[in-house]
């Protein structure tokens, strides 16, 4: 047994040695890391452990944190210091957890590849030449390359469960309205939930554990207990209700991430659990859907960086609107002002009922898809992400960036938890088993990619 201070200062120079290069953090934090870390120590020698009690963890750059710098991976908010801790971040520091630094990710969360982040790409850990996912990725692969056991991301489309799925590592996305939204970054507001990457599912339990519960500063989250999420982990899997939604394994679905995730769910059928195939059938309109919602609710949420109250200002601002104007032009990258863009002109006037009305009648019905399908099934499994992790700039076009996103939005859509787990490689796993910052503890980078 060591110390969280041993615990901490490993993986301090680890994060030293090895994120030069994979760059999944934008600001690590050791002085209030190792002063956490030897309060921790203290509170176990007294006997006063909390159940995270001295573990290192890192926050994706979207949950406020006091005094330290929140940027959500954006120019508008490279300065901007927090002056209150976002909620999770408050009960995980009650629980005894140890934040060594925040991560990177996508500007404002959106993204799926970690490519559109002020601070610059995320490398993923198996391959250096891959993109680990977003806009979780800085989390994904600070975890996966053994930087952190655990970390905090954000899923408003799937920002858990695909970086996870790309990393190789366990993402949850809980409930809406499990977490607390207050001090997380808002992007798309009636989708945002935060949520762990770990290891295992056992890991996400317990840091799901922590964070969640009704929270009177967010009017949104759900006013119910906080169970043991541990408590069934270790049952059988015997009469569990598998769905496989038909639309999940169709055209677009690369063969061999469909071989892995055949073969997966061919362990949980061993294990007592059956298997039927259920169908979604509004699966096709959760795209549109999705990015119709989204950049809506964004432009309302991002109208807030005005260059007047926080956040990036220009210099030598001519008038009021040149303030606005230029602040926003600079602050803002590529894919913020194209949804900033596709939002305000699906509210506005004219065009309101043609999308923004129209998107949210067909939410319901992808929601009503899903309890449907419940109604014969316990759980449903499919591929987190069509493919493996793609190169950096493979995916250059929005279009089909937005398409990587076919098997998470939907469950953002219907509010309802998603978990994204390993389910095998496709090529060649590297010898060690596992990556460690592009070097594979076999010494050879992979020759295949986790899904
Ligand atoms: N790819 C999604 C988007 O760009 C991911 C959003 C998210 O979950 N934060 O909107």
Not at 105 to 123: C, L, R
Not at 370 to 398: C, H, I, Q, W, Y
């Amino acid at each position: 047994e060591f110390s969280s201070r041993e615990l901490s200062e490993t993986l301090l120079a680890r994060i030293a040695r090895l994120d030069g290069e994979l760059n999944s953090f934008i600001t690590v934090t050791p002085d209030a890391a190792l002063a956490a870390a030897d309060r921790a120590d203290a509170a176990r020698a007294r006997g006063e452990a909390g159940p995270l009690s001295g573990l290192p963890l890192a926050l994706k750059d979207i949950f406020c944190t006091q005094g330290v710098r929140t940027s959500c991976g954006s120019r508008m908010l490279d300065s901007f210091v927090a002056p209150y801790d976002a909620t999770v971040v408050e009960k995980l520091a009650a629980a005894g957890s140890v934040s060594l630094g925040k991560t990177n990710m996508d500007e404002f969360a959106m993204g799926s590849s970690n490519e559109n982040s002020y601070y610059g790409p995320v490398k993923n850990p198996w391959d250096l030449s891959a993109v680990p996912g977003g806009s979780s990725g800085g989390s994904a692969a600070a975890v996966a390359a053994g930087l952190v056991p655990a970390a905090l991301g954000t899923d408003t489309g799937g920002s858990i469960r695909q970086p996870a799925a790309f990393c190789g590592i366990t993402g949850l996305k809980p409930t809406y309205g499990r977490v607390s939204r207050y001090g997380m970054v808002a992007y798309a507001s009636s989708l945002d939930q935060g949520g762990p990457l770990a290891r295992t599912a056992e890991d996400c339990a317990l840091l799901l554990g922590a964070i969640a519960g009704h929270d009177l500063r967010d009017s949104t989250s759900v006013a119910r207990g906080v169970p043991d999420y541990t408590a069934e982990l270790g049952e059988s899997l015997s009469g569990l209700k598998i769905g496989l939604p038909r639309e999940y394994f169709g055209d677009g679905l690369d063969p061999a991430v469909e071989a892995a995730i055949r073969e997966a769910i061919g362990v949980y059928e061993s294990l007592g659990a059956t298997v039927r195939e259920v169908s979604l059938p509004h699966t096709a309109l959760a795209i549109p859907t999705y990015y119709v919602i989204a950049p809506a609710e964004a432009s309302s949420n991002l109208s807030r960086y005005d260059g007047v109250r926080f956040g990036h200002r220009c210099d030598n601002p001519r008038d009021l609107i040149d303030l606005y104007q230029r602040s926003r032009a600079e602050g803002f990258g590529d894919e913020v002002k194209r949804r900033i863009l596709i939002g305000t002109h699906t509210l506005s006037e004219g065009f309101f009922d043609a999308y923004y009305k129209k998107a949210q009648q067909v939410r319901r019905l992808i929601r009503q898809d899903f309890l449907d399908a419940f109604e014969d099934v316990d759980v449903l499994m499919g591929p987190a992400s069509p493919t493996p992790a793609f190169d950096r700039g493979a995916n250059k076009d929005p279009l089909s960036m937005y398409l990587q996103d076919i098997y998470t939005i939907a469950v953002n859509l219907a509010g309802i938890p998603g978990i994204s787990v390993p389910a095998g490689f496709v090529g060649q796993r590297p010898a060690g088993g596992r990556p460690a910052g592009g070097r594979p503890a076999g010494g050879r980078p992979a020759e295949g990619r986790p899904v």
